[in-house]
């Protein structure tokens, strides 16, 4: 696609609930990551993949934060049993690697209420 | 470990001065320098870039400067205008594709 897309661009979830969160990057992109950024906050690493593979995954913050990407093409974050302090926009970015800077979705906010 | 340090934290000009912001990283082997623009409500956009091999880049209003030895690069808007408001991210690769980010410094031009 033209540009970096994510569904739904606004989740609101029961604390306790399973919510997966989508990523289609541009074509072509080998690379993908995904950021977590909290009200007012940076940009905090989650995970990455090249191609279908997670070389990094050091970000996930539990147990409860699991990642996949198919294809090589659209990824998919799922947590799971998930808590207030869940609460974030969850962007997602792609590349076609190497050096090179990132084009990032709009986002998904996330609410656990 | 990976860290980039970024300041200010807020920054107000104004309108038609000049704004700096300065980033330090961690790692000396660190090669790639992006600088991202996110305004209000919105993505975060590639501005500039710089890699390890370059100086300084300049793209009309905006520039970035590296110093290798300090481990320190910057970001340098001049002639302000209100559209640069929005918050600012430096960014450093660390040997490999994954990008680190500052904290972000939040540049408001007064009119």
Redesign the interface.
Known sequence: GAGVSQSPSNKVTEKGKDVELRCDPISGHT?L?W?RQSLG???E?LI?F?GNSA??KSGLPSDRFSAERTGGSVSTLTIQRTQQEDSAVY?CAS?S???V???????TRLTVV | GENVEQHPSTLSVQEGDSAVIKCTYSDSASNYFPWYKQELGKRPQLIIDIRSNVGEKKDQRIAVTLNKTAKHFSLHITETQPEDSAVYFCAASFGNEKLTFGTGTRLTIIP
């Open positions: 690379a990551y950021y906050q940076g940009l690493f990455y090249q070389p990094d962007l590349s690697g190497g050096l800077g990132y084009t990032f979705g709009s986002g």
